[in-house]
T-cell receptor
Framework: GAVVSQHPSWVICKSGTSVKIECRSL??????MFWYRQFPKQSLMLMAT?????????EQGVEKDKFLINHASLTLSTLTVTSAHPEDSSFYIC?????FGAGANVLTFGAGSRLTVL | AQSVTQLDSHVSVSEGTPVLLRCNYS??????LFWYVQHPNKGLQLLLK??????LVKGINGFEAEFKKSETSFHLTKPSAHMSDAAEYFC??????????????FGQGTILTVHP
């Protein structure tokens, strides 16, 4: 079945530094990937839609200059949290849709990346 | 606009008894509906999905859900709970088709506890 890999699974960084999270579709191609954020004991909130070869579409209230998204290939999207602060500490999850395959109607989620900013 | 309401934030059952997790939705379109499960510090696993085919949907691990348009509900059930079912469950709605597919709206989540 379709597999989405996220790396790193957890990261700790100092305040003011930048952190990059990768989301890879391992056995399918995805023109569109999605980034979500989950605060402790809360539901997932869509942050942005990552589009291969074009700019990401951000949800209202999400700072695009702070959460940089790059989707340079059909199998990789990256989320960079720039100048991270403690309030950015969260669980970030990506998902991808198999654009060209039989699983086009199903989103596959990565295992998530837990970011802790000290 | 679309929204999802999970009616119970916590559900507690005994092992071997039935499970019912309730979900109501609101959508301007004929929605696609999903149930996902999340174990602690893990990603999301798809349990089942409804995409305008059969209204009774069977998923993995013995779970099933029934789409009831008249009640705008998509409740998740399982006849007999296992200890391994303890997790958080999310009801999710997505607008069908096109590039907007995948813009999921998540419910607040229901934490299922299973007692021995």
């Amino acid at each position: 079945g379709a597999v989405v890999s996220q790396h790193p699974s957890w990261v700790i960084c100092k305040s003011g530094t930048s952190v990059k999270i990768e989301c890879r579709s391992l056995d399918f191609q995805a023109t569109t990937m999605f980034w979500y954020r989950q605060f402790p004991k809360q539901s997932l909130m869509l942050m942005a839609t990552s589009n291969e070869g074009s700019k990401a579409t951000y949800e209202q209230g999400v700072e695009k200059d702070k959460f940089l998204i790059n989707h340079a290939s059909l199998t990789l999207s990256t989320l960079t949290v720039t100048s991270a602060h403690p309030e950015d500490s969260s669980f970030y999850i990506c998902s991808a849709r198999d654009t060209f395959g039989a699983g086009a109607n199903v989103l596959t989620f990565g295992a998530g990346s837990r970011l802790t900013v000290l | 606009a679309q929204s999802v309401t999970q009616l119970d934030s916590h559900v507690s059952v005994s092992e071997g008894t039935p499970v019912l997790l309730r979900c109501n939705y609101s959508s301007s379109y004929s929605p696609s509906l999903f149930w996902y499960v999340q174990h602690p510090n893990k990603g999301l696993q798809l349990l089942l999905k409804y995409t305008s085919a059969a209204t009774l949907v069977k998923g993995i691990n013995g779970f099933e859900a029934e789409f009831k348009k008249s009640e705008t509900s998509f409740h998740l059930t399982k006849p007999s709970a296992h200890m391994s079912d303890a997790a958080e469950y999310f009801c999710v709605v997505s607008e069908p088709g096109g590039t907007s597919y995948g813009k999921l709206t998540f419910g607040q989540g229901t934490i299922l506890t299973v007692h021995p």
